[in-house]
């Protein structure tokens, strides 16, 4: 985090896992849980976003660990779970950011493109949440799921992307209620438009950026920093009562965006 805005150490001794750590907002929220004193596992498809990220956090006094996963696939997450477990001892929070966005109409999106994002954002946020199950139960732990704002009014060239990330909130909501009793605490935090991302880069081009930025109450674009201090929050015990939350971080965007 660019500014120290919780006190040192309120994740001391909280191992996280975090699935697309290596970079973009799920790097900076494992980057941040680092600084609040947590040990914390990056996992993604390709160990080159993984270890310079890793070696970041080390260099920086923190403790990380890569490794390689797909969470399309159960057998190696449940692997990269015990990997985990094995070197940085438990797992107390699941931070489930791995996806997938491209740009495309609804007519035009292939059976195949729509799957890939579902199953990488829905399934992969279920995959690795039930994988962790037992580790959470264990260490009365929580999940922080990465969702959006693009399904709450209609998105163009984002149908596939709206309904993974809508799954990603009934799946929130329903294991807030099933595992609640476990102690395990499930919430999320759906970003609004956040400028020093790839995906902002890629697919927003900048004609579209000064309009989009018009429509921010707040009058500017969120940076990663704005999302990192909303997920320390979201998994120290100072939010032990929040569970099924989706917290909308964006400026007031979407508000805004729908009365326009």
């Not at 290596?22 to 004193?37: H, K, L, Q, V, Y």
Request: aromatic fraction near 6%; charged fraction near 20%; include cysteine.
């Amino acid at each position: 985090m660019s500014e120290k805005v919780f006190a040192d150490g309120v994740l001391k001794g909280k191992v996280a896992f975090v699935t697309g750590g290596g970079t973009g907002i799920t790097g900076g929220i494992a980057r941040a849980f680092a600084e609040a004193g947590a040990s914390v596992a990056l996992v993604s498809r390709k160990l080159e976003h993984l270890q310079p990220a890793a070696e970041a956090i080390d260099a920086n006094g923190g403790r990380a660990i890569a490794v390689v996963a797909d969470v399309r696939q159960p057998r190696e997450v449940e692997q990269a779970i015990a990997t985990t477990v094995e070197q940085l001892g438990k797992i107390d929070i699941v931070v489930n950011g791995a996806a997938g966005n491209f740009l495309c109409t609804a007519e035009e999106l292939s059976p195949n493109g729509f799957a890939t994002v579902v199953d990488i954002d829905l399934k992969g946020t279920f995959n690795v949440s039930r994988a962790a199950f037992a580790q959470l139960k264990e260490h009365r732990g929580q999940i922080l799921n990465i969702s959006a704002t693009l399904h709450y009014l209609g998105t163009y060239m984002q149908l596939h992307v709206s309904a993974a990330k809508a799954g990603v909130d009934a799946l929130t909501r329903n294991l807030a209620v099933e595992w609640g009793r476990y102690g395990i605490r499930v919430n999320a935090i759906a970003p609004g438009p956040i400028e020093d991302t790839e995906g902002m880069k890629r697919l927003v081009p900048d004609p579209v950026k000064e309009r989009l930025k018009k429509k921010i109450p707040l009058g500017r674009f969120g940076r990663i920093a704005d999302i990192e201090p909303a997920a320390v929050f979201l998994c120290s015990d100072a939010a032990s009562f929040i569970n099924g939350t989706i917290l909308v971080v964006d400026g007031g965007h979407w508000l805004s965006n729908r009365l326009m």
